[in-house]
Every structure is written in structure tokens, then in C-alpha cells.
């Protein structure tokens, strides 16, 4: 066990008030408090930009190489989240990986379903370009369900016939919105997090009563993968989404990928955003920096 290690962070977890016992807006607030809870490091320069007509934060460590960009989409089902819950851990990556973030406040479910988080995240990508940014130095990166966003923006950029990206960074990623890995079941009482019932709540938030759960844009595992750049999948072993990770890394690599799943042992979903409490997560971070380092060049 490490000096600040998993189990404090499930205390922590312990402590807060079940999901399925908030609305959604009391979610959100309890989500965004993180930006408290976990300061942005002071030599980190913050600046609030419109990106496609979207709010976005541009994440600028110091000394950094202002031509390589990691697009930032952060979790919570497509329903919670924002910059400012995620703006700790964006900015982290941003400073292992030597590059600059921007952190896209895409629109949020139910009062904007499917595709809008998909549609603002493209646009976002081609602002990027629109600003002189290579696309050879631009790493789509996100957690949970950002990072099956991340996966779908980089399957919209392929068949829209757009540049494409240098690679994709999938932290604990929710590709698949059928909710039907066996994980689920065999994780359950292991995931502090994740339960099936408040993640199905979610995905009906997002695609509605009636929406196809296996559309490919909103559930990537079930796309045609072929032509995609190199992906980074990170997850923890006491997950309920663990199938969905590693599932989407074996049809990645089926498909020619370059698809790279680390599995990190004794870890919970999305580890990382803890990273001020927990080894683990600074580690995590340090490989996605290693990772975004060798493709931006």
C-alpha cells in the first residue's frame, strides 16, 4: 500500500451522500466542488476562451510547448461535470505531457441529448485547427464518459473525412451504453462509484427513452474502429466499467489499432481524479504524459 493510497480514498468516498439520493442539480454542485477541494496548481494559467461558440478553458502550465494541445472531455455521464470539476486533473495531464489543455464545457444531458455533447466536441477539435494547431499535435483525452466521447469524436473526424488526431486517451472510458458488460455484475460490490442503476438512469438521460444504445457514436464499442489513431486505455480492476475497456481495447487492436489497456490493479473508476490523494493516480498521469509526449513529438 502506498503512503496515500486507496483506501483513504474510499473514506472519502464512504462519506458522501449516495448518487440516487441527489437531484441532478445537486449532483452538478457536488461534482463542481472539486475545483475547491482540488486546487489548480498556481503555476497553471487559467483562461476562460469561447471555443465554437462553447465555454472552454485553456489549461497553460508553465513552459510548455503552446503548439500541443490536449482536448480535454471530462466525465459524468454526459448529465454532471465541467471545467470545474475537472480542471485539477486536466491540468496535470496537461503538465506531464508538456502541452497546453483545453478544457471543453460541452452541453449536458437531459436538456441536451445526444449527438450535442458529440457535435460540440468536434467543433471544438476544428476551432483547434481553425487557431494554427496541427492536428499531428492535438491528443483527444477523457474519462469515463468523456473518454467514450473521446473515442466518438475521433470516429466523427473519420468519417466527416476531417484531419485526424494524433491519438486518443480513454481513462475508464463508457463505450458501451447498453450497460451490459458482465463487469457489472462481477465488480458491483467492489465499485464505490459506478452502479448499474444510476449509469442506465444516465444513458436514458442521454439518448432518451427510445434512443438505439448501440448507435456507434454514442456506444463506440460497437463501431467500426478501423483507421483510428493510437489509443491510451487506462482502468481500474475494481471497476464495473472494466469490460467496457477492456472490450474496447481488443476490437480496437482487432480492427489494426494501436491499442494500448493497462489495467491498474486495486484501482476504482477513474483513480486520477484523486490524484491529490492518491500515488496512483500521479503514476496514471505520468504514463497518459509519456504517452501524448510520444505522439505530439
Known amino acids: 500500500m502506498t503512503t496515500r493510497g486507496i483506501q483513504a480514498v474510499r473514506g472519502h468516498l464512504a462519506k458522501l451522500p449516495p448518487a440516487s439520493a441527489l437531484t441532478i442539480e445537486q449532483r452538478r454542485a457536488q461534482y463542481d466542488r472539486a475545483e ?3 486546487p489548480t496548481p498556481a503555476d497553471v494559467r487559467i483562461e476562460q476562451v469561447i471555443a465554437a461558440n462553447r465555454p472552454a478553458e485553456w489549461l497553460t502550465p508553465t513552459g510548455v510547448s503552446a503548439d500541443r494541445v490536449v482536448l480535454y472531455l471530462h466525465g459524468g455521464g454526459y448529465v454532471i461535470g465541467s471545467p470545474r470539476s475537472h480542471r485539477h486533473l486536466a491540468a496535470a495531464i496537461a503538465r506531464a505531457a508538456g502541452t497546453r489543455a483545453l478544457l471543453l464545457d460541452y452541453r449536458l444531458a437531459p436538456e441536451h441529448p445526444f449527438p450535442a455533447a458529440l457535435e460540440d466536441a468536434i467543433a471544438a477539435y476544428q476551432w483547434l485547427l481553425g487557431q494554427g494547431v496541427a492536428p499531428r499535435r492535438i491528443v483527444l483525452a477523457g474519462d469515463s464518459a468523456g473518454g467514450g466521447l473521446t473515442v466518438a469524436t475521433l470516429l466523427a473526424l473519420r468519417d466527416r473525412g476531417l484531419p485526424q488526431a494524433a491519438a486518443g486517451v480513454c481513462i475508464s472510458p463508457w463505450v458501451d451504453l447498453t450497460c451490459s458488460g458482465k463487469s457489472y455484475a ?12 444510476v449509469i442506465t438512469t444516465l444513458a436514458e438521460a442521454y439518448l ?3 434512443g438505439d444504445r448501440k448507435a456507434p457514436l454514442a456506444s463506440p464499442l460497437f463501431a467500426d474502429l478501423r483507421d483510428l489513431p493510437p489509443l ?3 482502468v481500474g480492476s475494481e471497476e464495473v466499467l472494466l469490460d467496457d475497456a477492456l472490450e474496447l481495447g481488443a476490437r480496437a487492436r482487432a480492427a489494426g489499432v494501436d491499442a494500448t ?3 491498474w490493479p486495486a484501482m476504482i473508476h477513474v483513480w486520477h481524479w484523486f490524484l491529490p490523494m492518491l500515488d496512483e493516480a500521479e503514476q496514471a ?3 497518459i504524459g509519456k504517452f501524448v509526449r510520444s505522439r505530439v513529438g
Not at 462481477?186 to 452502479?195: C, S
Open 36 to 38: 475547491r477541494v482540488f
Open 186 to 197: 462481477t465488480k458491483a460490490a467492489d465499485d464505490p462509484i459506478v452502479t448499474h442503476d
Open 208 to 210: 432518451g427513452t427510445s
Open 232 to 234: 491510451l486505455v487506462q
Open 261 to 263: 489497456v493497462e489495467e
Open 285 to 287: 498521469v505520468a504514463v
